[in-house]
T-cell receptor, first 113, second 115 residues
Framework: KAGVTQTPRYLIKTRGQQVTLSCSPISGHRSVSWYQQTPGQGLQFLFEYFSETQRNKGNFPGRFSGRQFSNSRSEMNVSTLELGDSALYLC????????????FGEGSWLTVV | AQSVTQLGSHVSVSEGALVLLRCNYSSSVPPYLFWYVQYPNQGLQLLLKYTSAATLVKGINGFEAEFKKSETSFHLTKPSAHMSDAAEYFCAVSDPGGATNKLIFGTGTLLAVQP
């Protein structure tokens, strides 16, 4: 079956703009999580959605937001982009229960100039 | 708070040699533990996970890891390195019973395999 799909794969934005990234989880998965990966900070948890509700949130400013739709697809939005937001944004999905395997997508590479 | 420490940001081995990547965790309760691999310009692929069943966990591509509670460790090993094993490896921990799939990652270990 298809894996976790993220779009777009690569994008370049200007400081001050906003960006929306999309994630389609594995069929049947109800949990979608987002992570930011940078050389300096490594892999950091942004937030998790389960059945359209935010279940957990990392330590990121309010400029970072997300949502999940009834078909479990998720989007994350970053407003007022800063240079430091340049990163690989990874989406992950799972069935959402304790100990379930968490599968990652290929990521969206965001460059802010 | 949970945390993960990966000793050695860069490890280099010869092809055919033993691979040992170290991971220590800090958690108030026995956590769930994971090893992921990331190839250049790709996402994360799960190698193996520990969820309180057998302490010796076998994963894909010949990797295995042993959960040692007394040492709070979950080191990743492979008896014989292959050139295709060159990648970055991440150890991660999650909180059992935490009603969340949040993972806390280590800083990663970049594995180089020399011919």
């Amino acid at each position: 079956k298809a894996g976790v799909t993220q779009t777009p794969r690569y994008l370049i934005k200007t400081r001050g703009q906003q960006v929306t990234l999309s994630c389609s989880p594995i069929s049947g998965h109800r949990s979608v999580s987002w992570y930011q990966q940078t050389p300096g900070q490594g892999l950091q948890f942004l937030f998790e959605y389960f059945s359209e509700t935010q279940r957990n949130k990392g330590n990121f400013p309010g400029r970072f937001s997300g949502r999940q739709f009834s078909n479990s697809r998720s989007e994350m939005n970053v407003s007022t982009l800063e240079l430091g937001d340049s990163a690989l944004y990874l989406c992950a999905s799972s069935l959402g229960q304790d100990g379930n395997t968490i599968y990652f997508g290929e990521g969206s590479w965001l460059t802010v100039v | 708070a949970q945390s993960v420490t990966q000793l050695g940001s860069h490890v280099s081995v010869s092809e055919g040699a033993l691979v040992l990547l170290r991971c220590n965790y800090s958690s108030s309760v026995p956590p769930y533990l994971f090893w992921y691999v990331q190839y250049p310009n790709q996402g994360l692929q799960l190698l193996l996970k520990y969820t309180s069943a057998a302490t010796l966990v076998k994963g894909i591509n010949g990797f295995e890891a042993e959960f040692k509670k007394s040492e709070t460790s979950f080191h990743l090993t492979k008896p014989s390195a292959h050139m295709s094993d060159a990648a970055e490896y991440f150890c991660a921990v999650s909180d059992p019973g935490g009603a969340t799939n949040k993972l806390i990652f280590g800083t990663g270990t970049l594995l180089a395999v020399q011919p």
